[in-house]
């Protein structure tokens, strides 16, 4: 093979891989923005709690590189309710109510806590993770609970 040809065929390979390394680069990635409802697992691990046994509707969405963040929501009975917090990263007696005053670190949280009638609310806040929970307790028969978690 002469060194002409051995260039030329280095300048077809080269590439290739470069868009193989790449394709397989955010196949990675995009496995990191799912957290698909079909496999809770991962929002609880991302989001380091565990759902209740009556948890239902779990909507979940992960996204992230080298820090990450997590978002769920979904339904539980208030049974469920000292389980479910004992299972996340925030103490219970730092939990407060809607009179209470607490202030909302997440946007998206805040605006929802402003729209219920009653509710609980916690976070939990450390060098490499965050999170926070709001749990809307106006239907005494369902609670609905709203996670943000992130870290990295």
């Keep these: 093979m002469t060194l002409k040809r051995f260039f030329c065929l280095l300048i077809l390979i080269i590439p290739c891989c ?6 397989y680069a955010i196949r990675g990635i995009s496995s990191l923005s799912g957290c698909e409802e079909s496999d809770p697992e991962q929002i609880e691990y991302l989001a380091q709690f565990e759902l209740p ?24 009975s208030p049974a469920d309710l000292d389980m479910f917090i004992a299972s996340t990263s925030i103490e219970p007696s730092l939990f407060t109510g809607k009179t209470s005053g607490a202030d909302v670190l997440n946007g998206r949280l805040n605006e929802k806590a402003s729209q219920m009638e009653s509710y609980l609310y916690g ?29 990295g």
């Excluded at 470069?18 to 394709?23: K, R, T």
């Excluded at 046994?53 to 539980?76: I, R, T, V, W």
């Design 53 to 76: 046994p009556s948890a239902h509707n779990l909507k979940s969405s992960c996204f992230g590189l080298q820090a990450y963040g997590a978002d769920a929501s979904f339904e539980m």
């Design 18 to 23: 470069v868009i193989g390394i790449i394709g």
């Design 123 to 151: 976070k939990y806040v450390s060098v490499d993770f965050t999170q926070e929970i709001l749990i809307d307790t106006s239907n005494p028969e369902r609670y609905t609970v709203y996670i943000f978690a992130g870290g």
